[in-house]
């Protein structure tokens, strides 16, 4: 009943931007379901990472995973049911699958089995 939906992916050089998008969409009960979001991203080969993660709400503070804090930005248009992830300073080992993921709760959180929706990834290449 939600379908998450990531867009924004591509080839990009080190050290460039790239902001990816993801947007929550489904029945209107279904969609006020999903409290709260995550990013998360899988290179080949690699088990799936956490990224990012933010409430619907302000009263949780963005939590961001060690090899993003600082270059990476996860923020929300609660008016589009969007969450965005603008990553700045890219590096090769950035590469990968990115994943929006979706969870009832407002609490934030790094665990990928916390979140029950998860959008189809979009792909993010960074040359070096």
């Known amino acids: 009943q939600v379908q998450l939906v990531e867009s924004g992916g591509g080839l990009v050089r080190a050290g460039d931007s790239l902001r990816l998008s993801c947007v929550v969409s489904?029945?209107?009960?279904?969609?006020?379901?999903?409290?709260?979001m995550a990013w998360f991203r899988q290179a080949p080969g690699k088990a799936r990472e956490f990224v990012a993660s933010?409430?619907?709400?302000?009263?949780?503070?963005?939590l961001y995973g060690d090899s993003v804090k600082g270059r990476f930005t996860t923020s929300r248009d609660n008016a589009k049911n969007t969450v965005y992830l603008q990553m700045s300073s890219l590096k090769s080992g950035d590469t990968g699958v990115y994943y929006c993921?979706?969870?009832?709760?407002?609490?934030?959180?790094?665990?990928?089995?916390?979140?029950?929706?998860w959008g189809q990834g979009t792909q993010v290449t960074v040359s070096s």
């Open positions: 489904g029945r209107t009960s279904s969609v006020d379901s999903v409290d709260a």
């Open positions: 933010i409430s619907w709400t302000g009263d949780n503070t963005p």
């Open positions: 993921a979706g969870k009832a709760g407002f609490l934030v959180s790094r665990f990928a089995s916390a979140y029950v929706y």
